[in-house]
């Protein structure tokens, strides 16, 4: 059996990795009515790979700092229903936040198809089809029973039953899981996938433990291998998490940790500044956000972009949409500084890349170029399109998108285009504008974008449910099928700027700009990793104390 072609690297490397990178680009709270930071540079120069998905706050406490007994963090308006992996209720973000807290996983995410360990020290695999993990000897559950390989068999039976869950879909690739040993297991999955990897490293694929699921049918979920153990829950309002001291990782800073959710605004507000919570993760107006910014001294205000692209598409099965011209007028004319400001104020971030990609989505091709405004070019294109001044529909749904079309409909009547915007609820939106049967022409859009580039299938895959651009290219569509059978990184990372440069051409949906949210901290609290993606780990969180 052959080494995997995936790179393992020590647990200790990836911490120091994630720390460095905190150093490195964490940002520092902003004064008056500055915006926030710049984001992050997508990597050493143009054409670099990806860096790591990993956006941090400060750097890592000296040695000899103090810090709190407890911290209380705001979870912002994602309310924690349910402390299950495989309940459908658990996808929200800040469940998953607690997943990180609860439970280890079999792998880490290195970016860039890489993947370190966490529970296996090693995979190998001939096919991708059959892979073989070795798994960690020295890990407790925190009922006291010893982890093996078949809590990961248990794992992966308890996830078939959870269908509408995450855990279902991550895990549901394996069609047969075996113990080699007390500590090898091996998967063979339906097909071959590089790709089910990434599950593999997310808080919904956790290791649970059935015999307290068997003795504890309503909390047995709570028993994991992780850092913290739950002491407390109240659903929809608190978890109370303490820390394990006979973790296999590293210690946590923090003893005690109260994730809480607090759905009104001002009610956050209040709480950071008497000193009630010392974390909020995201969620405050704009109004507030400057308060904290105005107040250095006591609060840092961390600018976290999301992976998702806010974009504009176009239904290709439209005769004026579909025509590659207009879309090119369209390109041609749009200022995304003026739409990101529009939208979210200093709350967006324009693209300045050409590719339709996540913010951090792996193998992102940095050449491609953007098709530069210029209401000259704009202009020609339309002469040489089929539009002749017909009445054009742009459909959006939430706030930011219809603010956001608001100045598409202003910067396109520059050329002669007739917008006419019509608003709706997000699931109305979906059915409106669904793939083969978009009733629309223009579409504002947030896409479902991760940092693995599968996700991108979500977008430009037929029948896909983001599709909403009836895209269908046979080599776009046969790329996506092959992508996740090729295990070499040079030859999936080629493939895939092949995609971007086939999108490029073809101008089916065009990114606009990236949201961003305001984490609020106390002056001192760091160390939580904030991710693109939102999948937080607060478990190394920490305040120092004076």
């Known amino acids: ?167 279902f879909d991550f895990w549901r690739p394996v069609e047969t899981v075996t113990a080699l040993d007390e500590y090898t297991v091996e998967m063979v999955l339906s097909d ?85 919570s010392q974390l909020c993760l995201g969620g405050n107006s704009a109004e507030d956000i400057h308060l904290f910014q105005n107040d250095p001294d006591s609060f840092e205000v961390i600018p976290v972009v999301f992976t998702n692209a806010n974009t504009i598409s176009f239904n290709l099965e439209d005769p004026i949409a579909g025509d590659l011209n207009f879309r090119m007028a369209v390109a041609s004319a749009i200022n995304r500084e003026e739409i990101a400001i529009v939208a979210a104020g200093e709350w967006a971030w324009p693209v300045e890349d050409g590719t339709m990609w996540g913010f951090n989505t792996e193998f992102k091709n940095y050449d491609i170029p953007q098709i530069p405004h210029d209401l000259d070019a704009a202009r020609a294109y339309l002469e040489a399109s089929t539009y002749n001044g017909e009445e054009i529909e742009i459909v959006a749904a939430i706030t930011t998108n219809v603010r956001a079309a608001q100045a598409v409909q202003q910067q396109l009547s520059a050329i002669g285009v007739n917008i006419t915007i019509n608003q709706m609820d997000p699931p109305s939106l979906f059915s409106y504008a669904a793939y083969g049967n978009n009733q629309s022409q223009l579409n504002m859009m947030v896409t479902a974008l991760t940092p693995n580039v599968a996700s991108l299938r979500s977008v430009f895959y037929p029948g896909a449910a983001y599709n909403r651009a009836s895209f269908n290219n046979p080599r776009v569509t046969e790329i996506l099928d092959l992508g996740p059978t090729i295990g070499n990184i040079d030859e999936r990372r080629a493939l895939y700027y092949e995609m971007q440069e086939i999108v490029h051409a073809e101008q089916p949906v065009i990114n606009l700009f990236w949201r961003v949210v305001a984490v609020v901290a106390a002056r001192g609290v760091g160390g939580m990793v904030l991710t693109s993606d939102t999948y937080y780990d607060l478990r190394y969180t920490y305040m120092v104390l004076d």
């Not at 120091?16 to 490195?24: F, S």
């Open 1 to 167: 059996m052959k080494k995997s072609s995936i790179r393992i690297i020590s647990l200790a490397i990836v911490m120091i990795m994630a720390l460095g990178l905190a150093a490195a680009c964490g940002p520092t709270a902003g004064g008056g009515d500055a915006p926030p930071p710049a984001p992050p540079s997508p990597g050493p120069a143009a054409g670099s790979p990806t860096p790591a998905p990993v956006q941090s706050s400060p750097e890592p406490p000296p040695a000899e700092a103090r810090f709190a007994d407890h911290l209380d963090i705001i979870v912002d308006n994602a309310q924690i229903t349910v402390l299950n992996p495989f309940s459908p209720a658990s996808g929200s973000g800040s469940t998953n936040w607690c997943f990180f807290m609860m439970y280890d996983r079999m792998l880490t995410n290195l970016g860039e198809g890489e993947y370190g360990p966490n529970l296996a020290t090693s995979f190998d695999t001939d096919d991708y089809q059959t892979y073989v993990f070795t798994l960690r000897q020295d890990v407790w559950f925190h009922n006291g029973d010893k982890f093996t390989a078949q809590d990961v068999i248990d794992t992966i039976m308890a996830s078939r039953d959870g269908l509408g869950s995450n855990a």
């Open 192 to 276: 071959v996938n590089v790709d089910f990897l990434y599950g593999l490293t997310l808080p919904a694929t956790g290791i649970i433990n059935k015999r307290a699921m068997d003795q504890d049918s309503e909390n047995g979920t709570w028993i994991g291998t992780g850092a913290y153990r739950v002491v407390e829950f109240v659903s929809n309002d608190y978890v109370v998490f303490e820390r394990n001291d006979d973790y296999w990782g590293d210690t946590p800073f923090t003893r005690m940790m109260t994730l809480r959710f607090v759905p009104e605004m001002s009610t956050r507000t209040i709480m950071m500044q008497n000193g009630e």
